[in-house]
């Protein structure tokens, strides 16, 4: 009788291992607002070369969405919270999502950037002014980027793919 445990445990042991995996299949569900910016950013990933699971993602509108107590324009879920399927929640009555293309770009690209790219926020201010990068967190200041001024739009997209960008000139 004691032989058949030291069988049976190690089995159960990697069957339970495998279901695990076997278990998480991902989620594809992204409204026709939002497929322009998933669509342009996994078409600027792959032209950097990066292979995303772009079955991976759900995105939908939730009203009042809050962070400790404050509301935000986004949130997510994915890699950066160990949740293995992707989940974007925009509030549609954000300033970011009422402000046109660009603030729309820059909010989904911000979110986009957590879960795919595994990117967490970074508050640095350019002596410009300018922020750093599309991850910064705090309030959604979007005259900060490139809504005002296209020319800088580049900087910021290859920023978000790469984080040591180099600093451009318009920002010292
Ligand atoms: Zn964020």
Same mark, same amino acid.
């Given at each position: ?53 772009? =079955? ?7 009203? =009042? ?108």
């Amino acid at each position: 009788m004691k032989y058949w445990l030291f069988i049976l445990i190690p089995i159960a042991f990697l069957t339970s291992c495998g279901d695990d995996e076997s278990e998480f299949e991902p989620v594809y569900d992204v409204p026709s607002e939002f497929q322009p910016f998933v669509s342009s950013f996994f078409e600027i990933a792959e032209s950097k070369g990066l292979v995303l699971d772009t =079955n991976n993602i759900i995105i939908r509108f939730e009203q =009042n969405l809050e962070v400790d107590e404050l509301p935000v324009c986004g949130t997510s879920e994915g890699p950066l919270n160990a949740i293995e399927q992707h989940l974007i929640l925009i509030d549609e009555q954000c300033l970011a999502w009422r402000s046109g293309e660009l603030a729309q770009e820059i909010l989904m690209f911000h979110e986009l950037g957590h879960v795919f790219l595994e990117r967490v926020h970074d508050e640095t201010v350019f002596p410009s002014g300018d922020y750093k990068t599309i991850m910064f967190g705090g309030n959604w200041n979007i005259l900060r980027y490139y809504t005002q001024d296209l020319s800088k739009r580049e900087y910021y997209i290859n920023e978000l793919f790469n984080p040591l960008e180099p600093t451009p000139d318009w920002a010292e």
